[in-house]
């Protein structure tokens, strides 16, 4: 075998031909750097996103479809899964991105019950209906699959506060405690947790180690600290996090199953 048979065998391990992806949230950010990461790989595509126009856009640019999707309302979660098996043939690899967290920091006498339901219905309840409606769809077709869940690195490193934080360790457990159940039917489900990635297009993230500002506010100047020290010196980018999701939906995974993956330019060893 030559050398360049040894490439192109080496090179199959992250192709994703014939492969189904869903990602959810994926109009912006993150999800938008998964679904072009994923793409690229060769997976065809379906966006969803509460915000259909920025699907559709994501959808255009990488040859993918799109379609309206709220993770909180279950019956549309089901629908939306079966959707996906109808308009690209299977159900491959289902990324749970969507989430929320501006605007639910705390302090927490500051936090109604309306902003932790709310949260929690989008990362938490949101991820479940996910997983379960493509479980069942994916142990049907028999043929295996991949689930990943988006965590953080405040799973296990608090930061943003008590509702988001919070939500981010439940996705972990639901993860390894899903990779167990589903590990007999060759449905490999891991977290991807990013560290600080920058999501707001337009704009370049800020000179690293002069933001955020400190506040005095122990949760976001911890935030303050880590970032300005970020062992790797910059902000992640989306595709940053799309290379690691390529790599956990791909061959190059196929024995790597419950695992917590920071993406995280060295944050969690500060
Ligand atoms: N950006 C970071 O630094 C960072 C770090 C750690 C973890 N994360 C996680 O990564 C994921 C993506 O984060 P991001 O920074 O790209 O966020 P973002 O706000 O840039 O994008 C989130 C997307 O999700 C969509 N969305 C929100 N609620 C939804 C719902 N109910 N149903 C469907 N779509 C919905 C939004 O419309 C948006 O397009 C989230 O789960 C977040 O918690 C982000």
Redesign the pocket.
């Known amino acids: 075998m030559t050398s360049n048979n040894n490439l192109d065998n080496a090179l199959a391990w992250i192709n994703l031909s014939g492969k189904v992806a869903h990602v ?10 998964i679904a072009t990461a994923l793409a690229m790989a060769g997976a065809r595509v379906m966006v ?4 259909l126009e ?2 559709q856009a994501v959808a255009a640019e990488i040859g993918g479809a799109a379609m309206a ?4 309302d279950r019956a549309a979660v089901d629908e939306a899964m079966t959707q996906t098996t109808e308009e690209l043939g299977s159900l491959d690899i289902l990324v ?7 605007g639910y920091g705390g302090p927490v006498e500051q936090i109604t019950d309306d902003m932790w339901k709310t949260l929690w ?3 938490v309840d ?1 991820v479940f209906y996910c997983c379960r409606a493509a479980a069942t769809i994916m142990k049907a077709q028999g043929t295996g699959g991949r689930i990943i869940n ?5 799973t296990v490193s608090p930061g943003v506060g008590v509702t ?1 934080d919070g939500s ?1 360790a439940a996705v972990a457990q639901m993860t390894k405690a899903l990779a167990l159940e589903l590990a007999p039917h060759q449905i490999n489900v891991n977290a991807l ?7 707001n297009e337009g704009n370049p993230p800020p000179v690293d180690g002069q933001t955020p500002v400190k506040t005095g506010d122990p949760l976001s100047d911890t935030v303050a600290d880590r970032i300005a020290r970020l062992p790797l010196g910059h902000w ?1 980018d ?1 595709m940053e ?1 799309g290379k690691a999701a390529v790599f956990l939906a791909s061959d190059m995974s196929a024995f790597v199953t419950g695992i917590y993956l920071p993406v995280d330019g060295g944050w969690l060893t500060l």
């Open positions: 959810t949230g994926g109009a912006k950010g993150i999800g938008k750097g969803s996103d509460v915000n920025g699907a999707l709220d993770v909180t749970n991105n969507a989430g929320v967290y501006i219905s989008v990362n949101g988006l965590a953080s690195t405040q988001y981010k947790a990013p560290g600080p990635t920058w999501v992640g989306p996090q």
